[in-house]
């Protein structure tokens, strides 16, 4: 019965354990929020600067600011690949059971079988 019964060592090392995961988990947390922030910042800068140069060119000579049709449609297309892209990992991180994830899930499971 004694033996079942850890002494205060063997909890004092689990606690401290626990606490060393907190901390990098906490750390984890703190790095990924400073990625998001900054990748947002820099998307929601090429975002703005993008509307920017369609709201001049719609000035025209008036402003001498003339950029090329082709360039304005791949700086158009490259703006909205971008948004895009963060609203699908946006959506992803929020909503991770969807249908990719299950037939993810499936697949791994026949393979441990």
């Known amino acids: 019965m004694a033996d079942r019964i850890p002494n205060s060592e063997v909890l004092h090392a689990e ?19 400073k990625l998001v922030v900054f990748t947002c910042c820099c998307i929601g800068v090429g975002f703005v600067g993008a509307f920017s140069m369609f709201f001049l060119e719609g000035f025209g000579r008036r402003s ?14 490259a703006t909205i690949g971008c948004v895009s892209t963060l609203a699908i990992l946006v959506y992803k991180c929020f909503f991770p059971d969807s249908q990719t994830s299950k037939r993810r899930s499936r697949s791994a499971k026949i393979r441990r079988l």
């Open 64 to 77: 001498g600011f003339h950029l090329d049709a082709p360039f304005m449609n791949w700086i158009g297309s």
């Open 15 to 33: 606690r401290m354990k626990m606490k060393h995961e907190r901390e990098i988990e906490l750390a984890r947390s703190r790095m990924q929020a």
